[in-house]
């Protein structure tokens, strides 16, 4: 027979067996996870911004982003192993006020084998997936250095936040703030190589390496491109192909970029754009032997009577063009390697 003290006593000690479960389940988080007051991770650096003069992003040799170094060349910021390709300098304004502005969110574990998760495991770990970035200022002097790992995002929409913790310690720590890593060095270059609008261009040449000439212009009445002096007996094959090829300077971009090295080649082709303002853009070709890509380098010029907005333009493709070569992509080079021929086809008898 069961008793109200027999029923009493069960439930002490139930109600003693869960508490005990709950302490040793809060002992085990406790020194895992605790919240914070708002704090800045780096306290001293928004009066150091302007000290920084090297950006260190290293990852693991297996991390197909790379690493790198951004650093002042002149006034502008550069990528060391790009031979000090300009970057966004609004992106690395970002980048370094958003560090400044990191706040803590929550402390997480100090666990190194439970790094992983956060994405957060050292960097000469092969499989690490962790960025570490270092600020150094004129002295060489390290003005912080940490790890940086998996971003969240705020479903809600507020201030998104990411997994952190300081080099050589292994307590890591939710963050709160703008602060987004770019990945590798293509993602903070400044990529736009020309972005002259379809509606601007009057004439554009491309020349092939077996001496092909395609002549194109743009009619603002139909809103395409056509290709001048096309034999009676041949029609375009897709004015959606033959606008891909006239809008080549309207979005061109780098996918590689080098210090000038090799020396043009005019039977390898290339191509002149001339808009209805006088900017007139040259665009030559060189093979490297080494990885048999084409590298393009790109030179600007202006008509006699543009205008000195337009002088300005040039001169701002220039400053981004001259000095260097580009490695445009399998698709713009190709594109660059159109004729007659690829364009047409024979009409129809019908």
Known sequence: MVTKRFVYG???????????????QYNRWADTIRSVDEELVFPQLADRLESVTKIKIERSSSDDRGSFIIQPYGNVWGIQEKGGYQTRSSLIRETLISLSQLTYQEAKTKDPSRHAKLKLRDINQKQSEATRVTLEDGDGK????????????????????????????????????E?????????WLSVILTSIQRERIKNVLITTSDGNELKLIYNKDFERF??????????????FQLLNVGIIPENLLLQDVRPAKLKADPSLGGARWETTDGLIIYLSLAADINNSNLWASIRTNTSSDATEKVRREAASIEQRTNGWEFWLGDETIKKLQSTVDTLTKVKSSN
Not at 14 to 22: D, G, L
Not at 179 to 187: F, H, Q, S, T, V
Not at 226 to 239: L, Y
């Open 10 to 24: 069960l439930t002490v000690l139930t109600t003693a067996v869960t508490i005990a479960a709950c302490l040793v």
């Open 142 to 177: 390290v003005l912080i250095s940490a790890l940086f790992g998996k971003r969240l995002q705020n479903l809600s929409g507020g201030t998104p936040s990411v997994y952190m913790r300081k080099t050589s310690n292994p307590q890591s720590w939710l963050t709160k703030g």
């Open 179 to 187: 602060l987004e890593i770019r990945n590798g060095p293509l993602d």
């Open 226 to 239: 056509e290709i001048k002096n096309i034999p009676e007996d041949r029609e375009i094959k897709s004015q």
